[in-house]
């Protein structure tokens, strides 16, 4: 994913787990993060949060990406501070156009 | 008169019953779930990856060295993820049962489960051939998968042995399961609380069968399924309960 978003012009970071992506996030500011929700140790509905407080009033999108798809599990995603919910399989034409247009507002 | 509860043989095989029944669907929720987190695990990620690297073939000459690794990569997915559509496919209904029959079937399930866990196995199996229904040997073949997963979850062990064979002059079949891991203290192990062997005792129970333990700590353990060849003395219990 990182491969192909750098190769259509983006500035990617990756981070393995939540630790990893609140450093990363602290050095990069990202405009969008796009997270797993099942992740080794902090979870992202634990990452969600904590990128929201370190973003501060900066404008940041983050999006969920997880196969877990039942309503409930969007809802929480949403509630966790997420503003989207991107469910596996995810087609990489759906993801850039997901990505550009989000791109734009930010 | 009066009666306590229970007291009555049929009131407690009514009991039994409306148990099993019970279990039974809370394990057929727990294999939905368990369904449902292979398929998150393995083909989510997996299809979403391989999208990715067809997204970026489709941005890269086609007879460069770097389409020639995405190629790679993408083909590496595509095996990867046939090889969880068989693995389901099979758990969901094993298609080597209905083409060559129970003894082949139990094989190929067992070299399966040695290569995916780097164990030993062996099997031993009857040499005459087996005049099974169609449900028994599904329940059979059921039954070896629960064992190998108990083996699997809970036994770290480093050889696995299985035996098919008749027993009671060719009147019973049983299926033996045993493994040289950790084993555990049978006595003090609240076996029914264990969602697979509750599945294997019921499973046996409902061909008129029993199901018995035999491990120590540090000893292994192993897991006899033994039943009746013949429908009518499978179904002997359950008939206790007409009126």
Same mark, same amino acid.
């Given at each position: +994913? ?39 140790? +902090? ?16 404008? +940041? ?10 309503? +409930? ?34 | ?81 046939? =090889? ?67 083996? =699997? ?91």
């Amino acid at each position: +994913m990182a491969e192909l978003l750098t190769l259509c012009g983006h500035d990617v970071r990756t981070a393995g787990d939540g630790r990893k992506a609140l450093e990363a996030a602290a050095q990069f500011a990202p405009q969008l993060v796009l997270s797993d929700i099942g992740l080794p140790g +902090m979870d992202g509905y634990q990452l969600a949060p904590a990128l929201r407080r370190l973003a501060g009033s900066r404008r +940041m999108v983050l999006a969920a990406l997880t196969g877990y798809g039942q309503p +409930m599990d969007r809802e929480r995603a949403i509630e966790a501070g997420f503003d989207h919910h991107l469910i596996k399989p995810l087609e990489a034409e759906a993801l850039l156009r997901f990505i550009g247009a989000h791109a734009a507002l930010t | 008169m009066s009666q306590t509860e229970n007291s009555d043989p049929r009131d407690r095989e009514i009991a039994r019953l409306r148990a099993m029944l019970a279990h039974a669907e809370e394990v057929h929720e727990l294999e939905k779930r368990q369904l449902a987190r292979e398929l998150h695990n393995d083909f989510g990620s997996s299809l979403t990856a391989l999208s990715m690297r067809m997204a970026i073939l489709a941005r890269q000459p086609a007879d460069t060295p770097p389409a020639a690794d995405q190629w790679a990569r993408a083909n590496a997915i595509l095996a990867s993820l046939t =090889q969880t559509a068989r693995r389901v496919q099979g758990d969901l209904r094993p298609g080597t049962l209905d083409v060559m029959g129970l003894k082949l079937a139990l094989e190929e399930c067992l070299n399966d489960f040695g290569a995916r866990n780097a164990l030993d196995t062996s099997l031993t199996l009857p040499e005459q051939e087996l005049a099974l229904d169609e449900a028994r040997a599904i329940a059979l073949f059921r039954m070896f998968q629960e064992m190998l997963s108990n083996v =699997q979850r809970h036994a770290q062990a480093g050889q696995v042995r299985a035996t098919l064979a008749f027993e009671q002059d060719g009147q019973a079949l049983s299926l033996l399961v045993a493994d040289d891991g950790v084993g555990f203290d049978a006595a003090a192990h609240d076996l029914a609380s264990s969602h697979g062997i509750r599945r294997l005792a019921e499973r046996a129970a409902f061909l008129g069968g029993s199901l018995h333990f035999v491990s120590a700590p540090g000893r292994g353990a192993s897991v006899r399924a033994t039943m009746p060849l013949t429908p009518t003395q499978a179904i002997s219990q359950p008939t206790t309960l007409n009126p």
